[in-house]
């Protein structure tokens, strides 16, 4: 998708290991998010940020860190994989005045935790 | 907790035919939005309708709010075997949250 990029697309790690998800944003929007979303469950958000270091919680945060030291970039760590984290993340970014607008989403990252 | 809830949850027709899928949700929202997910991909943005419109169209689409019933309905008309996707509604709360909140979407099967 244009303007948002996540890294790595495909990601298999061992249960215990710590695991960091990038997105990088060419918009300069403030606002970023992290979900995950499973088979059911639809999308879940995990944390957001408003701006450079402030963050927030969203509904499934445990066991998730995020970072934002630069507008463009918002880091999602998982501190200590655990198998209930195999999922699909997706990144997106949302404009300013964002009651009138909706999401950019990025492409995905699948994780697998074994 | 989810804030949109689709229904139903599957739904194949045949091209040409027109699909409809329903979202509920439960709090005082200021927007809710629509989303398309082809299979493996990220989602993409169709349409938006604020919590004083009732009805918006964009193409072939159709997006009606009804606030005091808390519920939604997309209208995809004459549709097309490309429109086989996973649809979503998602809801923006009116606390100062600036969370978009999603249901778990409706799976569509367009038949050619």
């Known amino acids: 998708d244009a303007g948002i990029t996540q890294s790595p697309r495909h990601k298999v790690t061992e249960t215990g290991t710590p695991v960091t998800l990038r997105c990088h944003q060419t918009?300069?929007?403030?606002?970023m998010y992290w979900y995950r979303q499973d088979p059911g469950h639809g999308l879940r958000l995990i944390h957001y940020?408003?701006?450079?270091?402030?963050?927030d919680k969203g509904e499934v945060s445990d066991g998730y860190s995020v970072s934002r030291s630069k507008t463009e970039d918002f880091l999602l760590t998982l501190e200590s994989a655990t198998s209930s984290q195999t999922s699909v993340y997706f990144c997106?970014?949302?404009?300013?005045?964002?009651?009138?607008?909706?999401?950019?989403f990025g492409s995905g990252t699948r994780l697998t935790v074994v | 907790s989810q804030q949109g809830e689709e229904d139903p949850q599957a739904l194949s027709i045949q091209e040409g035919e027109n699909a409809t899928m329903n979202c509920s949700y439960k709090?005082?929202?200021?927007?809710l939005q629509w989303y398309r997910q082809n299979s493996g991909r990220g989602l993409v943005h169709l349409i938006l309708?604020?919590?004083?419109?009732r009805e918006k169209h964009s193409g072939r689409l159709r997006v009606t709010l009804d606030t005091s019933k808390k519920s939604s309905s997309l209208l995809i008309t004459a549709s097309r075997a490309a429109d086989t996707a996973s649809y979503f509604c998602?809801?923006?709360?009116?606390?100062?949250?600036?969370?978009?909140?999603f249901g778990s979407g409706t799976r569509l099967l367009v038949r050619p």
């Open positions: 998602a809801t923006l709360r009116m606390d100062s949250s600036y969370k978009l909140i």
């Open positions: 709090t005082s929202i200021n927007n």
């Open positions: 309708i604020r919590s004083n419109e």
């Open positions: 918009e300069n929007h403030r606002y």
């Open positions: 940020s408003y701006g450079v270091k402030d963050t």
């Open positions: 997106a970014i949302s404009y300013p005045g964002q009651s009138n607008y909706g999401y950019t």
